[in-house]
């Protein structure tokens, strides 16, 4: 069955970096987009970026220019790397393969000081 491991989540001052990963198996994963979500408590989840499995990268406003995500087709992994870090960053990080109910287990992130 697709499992979706997801890693990198920690504390971290405000204008640091994470590095978030997520290993995908039972998928064949060159063929299918990719996005990162978080849930912040009180907060609806949302999409934070995504790529297709040709690469093509969105990202939401608030985090354009901060954050990058890529993917590693021979790895089935997919990277988000998120830099200059703020408080209102600070949620649940869950990877996901778009367009299906397939989610990792959500890795934490906390930007304080």
């Known amino acids: 069955q697709v499992q979706l491991v997801e890693s990198g989540g920690g504390l971290v001052q405000p204008g640091g970096s994470l590095r978030l990963s997520c290993a995908a198996s039972g998928i064949i994963f060159k063929i299918y987009g990719m996005g990162w979500y978080r849930q912040a408590p009180g907060k609806q989840r949302e999409l934070v970026a995504s790529?297709?499995?040709?690469?093509?990268?969105n990202y939401a406003d608030s985090v354009k220019g901060r954050f990058t995500i890529s993917r590693d087709n021979e790895k089935r992994t997919v990277t988000l790397q998120m830099n200059s870090l703020k408080p209102e960053d600070a949620a649940v990080y869950y990877c996901?393969?778009?367009?299906?109910?397939?989610w990792g287990q959500g890795t934490q992130v906390t930007v304080s000081s």
């Open positions: 996901n393969v778009l367009g299906t109910t397939k």
């Open positions: 790529i297709t499995s040709g690469s093509v990268t």
